[in-house]
């Protein structure tokens, strides 16, 4: 069992800038898993946004975010961030961080995750 807590979200204008982050806690080894950013608009299915390895050594990332988003993941601190840059008012959205179980590298399948934070709200205003 995994528990994860997004935090740093709030308002933003358009072109500006955000750092999210997700704490982990619990029994399991935060470093054996891959793990996952995912947004869900109002009215909208939850998405995949970005994923990242358990070394950190490989990133994925959704076509919307691709140049704009960067995650990461510090293991010492049993962390995940996801810099967000030059964000678009269709970024709004609630940000979700998610532990990845495994299998085949399809990080943007939301089955292949279990441990969901409570998510974190991003307004990009225009």
């Known amino acids: 069992q995994m528990q994860l807590v997004e935090s740093g979200g709030g308002l933003v204008q358009a072109g500006g800038s955000l750092t999210l982050s997700c704490a982990a806690s619990?029994?399991?080894?935060?470093?054996?898993?891959?793990m996952g950013w995912f947004r869900q608009a109002p009215g909208k299915e939850r998405e995949f946004v970005a994923g990242?390895?358990?070394?950190?050594?490989?990133?994925y990332y959704a076509d919307s975010v691709k140049g704009r988003f960067t995650i990461s993941r510090d293991n010492a601190k049993n962390m995940m961030f996801l810099q967000m840059n030059s964000l678009k008012t269709e970024d709004t959205a609630v940000y979700y961080c998610a532990r990845r179980l495994g299998g085949p590298d399809l990080y943007y399948d939301r089955q292949q995750y279990d441990s969901w934070g409570q998510g974190t709200q991003v307004t990009v205003s225009s």
């Open positions: 619990g029994r399991s080894v935060f470093r054996s898993y891959s």
């Open positions: 990242v390895s358990w070394s950190g050594e490989t990133t």
